[in-house]
């Protein structure tokens, strides 16, 4: 691989890079504006009616109804799917 060719994919990774970085950082910007907006807060995980603060910021903005399931479906898909690549590499 030519030189020019390596510096030209490292810097579009590096492009790449700060793109992912700033989509997450505004999304969590925006989640943090949103919480204190709809006065938000962490419940005790240990007492009837538990709920997350994603599951409470989902519900304050959008309702109970079709989207507060597939937001919270979406949650878990992604939390699943991230805690399998954990053991990826194990034999």
């Known amino acids: 691989m030519s030189s020019g060719l390596k ?3 490292d ?3 590096s492009a790449i890079e700060v793109c992912v970085f700033s989509a997450v950082l505004r999304r969590f910007c925006s989640a943090f504006h949103l919480v204190r907006a709809y ?3 962490a419940t005790d ?3 009837a009616g538990y709920q997350s603060v994603l599951s409470k910021l ?3 903005v959008a309702g109970k109804g079709v989207f ?3 937001t919270i479906g979406s949650i878990l ?3 699943a799917l991230s805690a399998n690549t954990a053991f990826a590499d194990f034999p």
């Open 58 to 60: 989902t519900a304050a």
């Open 7 to 9: 510096q030209g994919i």
């Open 77 to 79: 898909l992604a939390l």
């Open 39 to 41: 006065h938000v807060g």
């Open 45 to 47: 995980a240990g007492k």
């Open 11 to 13: 810097n579009a990774a």
């Open 68 to 70: 507060y399931y597939i």
